[in-house]
């Protein structure tokens, strides 16, 4: 985990985001390792969440993939009727960055544009990926 996730992660603990740099790196790794182990693997667990990998030879097709998957996602522009919106415990509530935590997502590239208008076709494409 780094940087976004560092400092959530440090905000989650009640920690200063400075106390990172101040402490030994291999402690803060082992308790964010530990978090990941008793708090966020049980959580995808007991979700049933999977994750597909596509390999995109194609860098051009690979970020129009990224960017339409992840307009697609984002609740930044919902608001108030957000779409799966991430539960009151996510992590990423305790993000400073306001794209993560309107959003609903980690990445923040992309999490702004809206849905209707990405590149049309774009499921079709990942779907041959597939």
């Known amino acids: 985990m780094q940087g976004v996730t560092q400092q959530a992660f440090c905000?989650?603990?009640?920690?200063?985001y400075s106390e990172?740099?101040?402490?030994?790196?291999?402690?803060?790794?082992?308790?964010?390792?530990?978090?990941?182990?008793d708090v966020v693997?049980?959580?995808?667990?007991?979700?049933?969440?999977?994750?597909?990998?596509?390999?995109?030879?194609?860098?051009?097709?690979r970020k129009t993939l990224e960017k339409c998957a992840v307009a697609l996602m984002s609740?930044?522009?919902?608001?108030?009727?957000?779409?799966?919106?991430?539960?009151?415990g996510w992590l990423g509530r305790h993000s400073h960055k306001p794209k993560v935590?309107?959003?609903?997502?980690?990445?923040?590239?992309?999490?702004?544009?809206c849905y209707s208008d990405m590149t049309p076709g774009w499921l079709d494409s990942l779907e041959q990926l597939i």
């Open 11 to 16: 905000e989650y603990l009640d920690l200063p």
């Open 20 to 37: 990172i740099s101040r402490r030994a790196g291999n402690a803060v790794e082992h308790e964010m390792r530990d978090f990941e182990n």
């Open 41 to 61: 693997l049980p959580h995808m667990n007991d979700n049933n969440f999977s994750v597909t990998w596509v390999e995109v030879a194609n860098a051009d097709l």
């Open 75 to 88: 609740n930044y522009l919902r608001g108030a009727t957000a779409i799966d919106a991430p539960t009151s």
């Open 101 to 113: 935590q309107r959003s609903g997502l980690w990445n923040q590239d992309y999490v702004t544009n």
